[in-house]
């Protein structure tokens, strides 16, 4: 864990290893969570054709989507914190119990202001647990007299071996967005037949997305065949944009983690 910010700022990747074959990798390309291993047993999917070009959104992993959801009039779908180079602020470091955290940063810079034009800052910090990936967001407005709104959601890839869901099941292109979602869902049937838990705050919306068959052959980095084995559940505020006013800090989170059975202390249907 002694490697610096600045030597890592070279390189397109920052890995973090708890050890125990478990590791989180993220590329600096729009902060994307590209990998997360528990027990070297890989819980995301990336698609095998997915673009690592610096251009494009990289199909998979855990996408940051900043400031808008879907197609937009000003810019590229999903926003501009996808596409564009995060800056390391804090490289890997062990905490006291044995995690390891790394904290990035995104600022307004000449591309994001020829399409959106206002000052901010995110800060993202990632804490990599023995069974858990923690994700806490902070968006800052420094203006001092501009207010801006905004989209946010982290767009999970999970690894999976079939669609078939007890509350929400997947049978063809689903694109959902579920308003007003309980702060914790449990999914089923992820990765060796185990179950996951989302636990957010402040992310009122809850995503489900599965291109199927026909948008799978739509994307050039998708493979046509990959479909039945990943699922988008997304945590986020899409439904109602955040309005930031000057000066003001607008906080939410994410956990991810790997429940192993026996520990399950209560689940959480995902309501309509």
């Given at each position: 864990m002694a490697t610096t910010a600045a030597a890592v700022a070279a390189t397109s990747v920052v890995v973090l290893d708890r050890g125990n074959n478990t590791t989180c990798t993220i590329n600096l390309h729009g902060a994307t969570v590209v990998s997360w291993r528990v027990n070297n047993q890989e819980q995301l999917f990336v698609s095998k054709l997915a673009s690592f070009d610096g251009k494009k959104a990289i199909r998979g992993g855990i996408p940051f989507v900043f400031p808008q959801f879907g197609p937009w009039s000003f810019g590229p779908q999903h926003g501009f914190a996808r596409i564009t180079r995060?800056?390391?602020d804090r490289a890997p470091e062990?905490?006291?119990?044995?995690?390891?955290e790394a904290i990035f940063s995104l600022m307004d810079n000449e591309f994001t202001r020829s399409i959106w034009n206002y000052q901010f800052r995110i800060t993202y910090r990632l804490i990599l647990r023995e069974k858990e990936l923690h994700f806490h967001i902070g968006v800052y407005n420094p203006s001092k007299d501009l207010s801006f709104t905004f989209n946010m959601l982290l767009h999970t890839y999970l690894k999976v071996p079939d669609e078939g869901r007890e509350v929400v099941t997947v049978n063809e292109w689903t694109d959902r967005i579920y308003q007003h979602t309980p702060q914790e869902h449990v999914i089923t049937n992820v990765v060796s037949g185990r179950k996951m838990r989302l636990h957010k705050y402040n992310f009122p919306d809850t995503v489900i997305w599965n291109p199927w068959i026909d948008r799978s052959r739509e994307m050039s980095d998708f493979g046509d065949d990959e479909f039945p084995?990943?699922?988008c559940v997304e945590a986020g505020n899409v439904s109602a944009p955040v309005i930031l006013l000057p000066g003001t800090c607008f906080e939410a989170s994410q956990i991810l983690q790997i429940i192993?059975?026996?520990n399950v202390s209560r689940k959480t249907k995902r309501n309509r």
């Open positions: 995060w800056h390391l062990r905490l006291h119990n044995g995690d390891v084995n990943m699922l192993i059975e026996g």
